[in-house]
Nanobody
Framework: QVQLVESGGGLVQPGGSLRLSCAAS????????MSWYRQAPGKEREWVAR????????TYADSVKGRFTISRDNAKSTVYLQMNSLKPEDTAVYYC????????WGQGTQVTVSS
């Protein structure tokens, strides 16, 4: 019963900020690398960020580097994505991901950046 539940999406103006959360259950969260992906309508799903199990190494796609920060709270089994300086091209459904046997995905949370 691996489960990922994203939340925190919404409508924000360009230049604004948003923090996404992904609540995980059904696996030993603290031992797994976690990732964020996003997908806009008609586009391929793209990788956004990943964080190692203890949070020691964080890696980002070039498109979000310097603007987004991935973090995790292993005590809460939750991974976060802090998004700053948002651009219209950041508009997408954002998904939490973990490889537990095979790739697992949440239901996604919509982020819309528009004035």
């Amino acid at each position: 019963q691996v489960q990922l539940v994203e939340s925190g999406g919404g409508l924000v103006q360009p230049g604004g900020s948003l923090r996404l959360s992904c609540a995980a259950s059904g696996f030993i969260f603290r031992t797994y690398l976690m990732s964020w992906y996003r997908q806009a309508p008609g586009k391929e799903r793209e990788w956004v960020a990943r964080i190692t199990s203890s949070g020691g190494v964080r890696t980002y796609a070039d498109s979000v580097k310097g603007r987004f920060t991935i973090s995790r709270d292993n005590a809460k089994s939750t991974v976060y994505l802090q998004m700053n300086s948002l651009k219209p091209e950041d508009t997408a459904v954002y998904y939490c991901n973990v490889l537990v046997g095979y790739n697992r995905w949440g239901q996604g949370t919509q982020v819309t950046v528009s004035s």
